[in-house]
């Protein structure tokens, strides 16, 4: 499985951003494709996730009620919708897919197998 994100960029405080996931390489059934990010000098932390089979989806709280994930069966796109940023949103943000993850673990980056590059999220004061 390869994924690719993109659509970071600098923004301001309080405006709304788009990232996208692209997906390719095999099957998403079974799998659970999670949103992590990396501030510097911070460690990799959940955002959220989206269920392939169905579209259910959880999210960290710091995001809950500001971020949105979706997907598109069709293009095995991925995306996450982010309002109301803030400085403290500022990171590396990555997507990850991982086969067979129990709910119970799908916070966690280590069950994630595959990842992609990141793109950068800069919001500004």
């Known amino acids: 499985v390869q994924l690719q994100a993109f659509g970071g960029g600098l923004v301001q405080s309080g405006a709304s951003l788009r990232l996208s996931c692209a997906v390719s390489?095999?099957?998403?059934?079974?799998?659970?494709v999670g949103w992590f990010r990396q501030a510097p000098g911070k460690e990799r932390e959940f955002v959220g996730c989206?269920?392939?089979?169905?579209?259910?989806?959880s999210y960290a709280d710091s995001v809950k009620g500001r971020f949105t994930i979706s997907r598109d069966i069709a293009k095995t796109m991925v995306y996450l919708r982010m309002d109301s940023l803030t400085v403290e949103d500022t990171a590396r943000y990555f997507c990850?897919?991982?086969?067979?993850?129990?709910?119970?673990?799908?916070?966690?980056?280590?069950?994630?197998?595959?990842w992609g590059q990141g793109t950068l999220v800069t919001v500004s004061s």
């Open positions: 989206i269920k392939w089979s169905g579209g259910t989806t």
């Open positions: 990850a897919a991982g086969y067979g993850i129990i709910n119970t673990s799908r916070t966690r980056a280590d069950v994630y197998n595959y």
């Open positions: 390489g095999r099957t998403l059934h079974g799998h659970y």
